[in-house]
T-cell receptor, first 116, second 113 residues
Framework: DTGVSQDPRHKITKRGQNVTFRCDPI?????LYWYRQTLGQGPEFLTY????????KSRLLSDRFSAERPKGSFSTLEIQRTEQGDSAMYLC??????????????FGPGTRLTVT | GNSVTQMEGPVTLSEEAFLTINCTYT??????LFWYVQYPGEGLQLLLK?????DKGSNKGFEATYRKETTSFHLEKGSVQVSDSAVYFC????????????FGKGITLSVRP
């Protein structure tokens, strides 16, 4: 396993700009998750894919956020018209497609977004 | 909804001290329980897990027992090392369609030499 990778690791942007993050999961994992972590808090679920299908979106994911996973491999998370409140660490995780609790999630290093 | 509550931090200990980090959960049903650790500059790593009541998860000298009666999953280590300094997160998950993790706020542990 080469692990979950995320790019970029850091992003500084001005308010109102659009940003896009990429996540490459572990190659044989068909589930991919996005979480957001703000300072002093635990990660919060944003959305999840089974292969290329986006199966659930949190209410935290406003309509300025969109995620895709074309071909069921890598995923992108785009934030349009960024706001200062979007500043956070965006985490990606992947797991094997087991329905039960044994499908351990492996996390990437995260992308830290700072909106100025 | 489901939630995880961790004791307030940060925690500072001397090397070789005993560690307990409390975690309780609120959930309808019986989730699986996890401890994740985040070392400085690194991503979240699974430390240990327990999938049913009375199960004990263990790894790297850390242990936690799934207590259904008290809805708790407290993390313990008999003798901490400086290298254990990290942020520790308790989390739960239900089997099913989405299997999303619900995390506590995390607690920072600093171990002094």
């Amino acid at each position: 396993d080469t692990g979950v990778s995320q790019d970029p690791r850091h992003k500084i942007t001005k308010r109102g700009q659009n940003v896009t993050f990429r996540c490459d999961p572990i190659s044989e994992h068909n589930r991919l998750y996005w979480y957001r972590q703000t300072l002093g808090q635990g990660p919060e679920f944003l959305t999840y894919f089974q292969n290329e299908a986006q199966l659930e979106k949190s209410r935290l994911l406003s309509d300025r956020f969109s995620a895709e996973r074309p071909k069921g491999s890598f995923s992108t998370l785009e934030i349009q018209r960024t706001e200062q409140g979007d500043s956070a660490m965006y985490l990606c995780a992947s797991s094997r497609g087991l329905a039960g609790p044994q499908g351990e999630q492996y996390f990437g290093p995260g992308t830290r977004l700072t909106v100025t | 909804g489901n939630s995880v509550t961790q004791m307030e931090g940060p925690v500072t200990l001397s090397e070789e001290a005993f560690l307990t980090i409390n975690c309780t959960y609120t959930a309808t049903g019986y989730p699986s329980l996890f401890w994740y650790v985040q070392y400085p500059g690194e991503g979240l790593q699974l430390l240990l897990k327990a999938t049913k009541a009375d199960d004990k998860g263990s790894n790297k000298g850390f242990e936690a027992t799934y207590r259904k009666e008290t809805t708790s999953f407290h993390l313990e280590k008999g003798s901490v090392q400086v290298s254990d300094s990290a942020v520790y997160f308790c989390a739960l998950i239900f089997s099913g369609a989405n299997s999303k993790l619900t995390f506590g706020k995390g607690i920072t542990l600093s171990v002094r030499p």
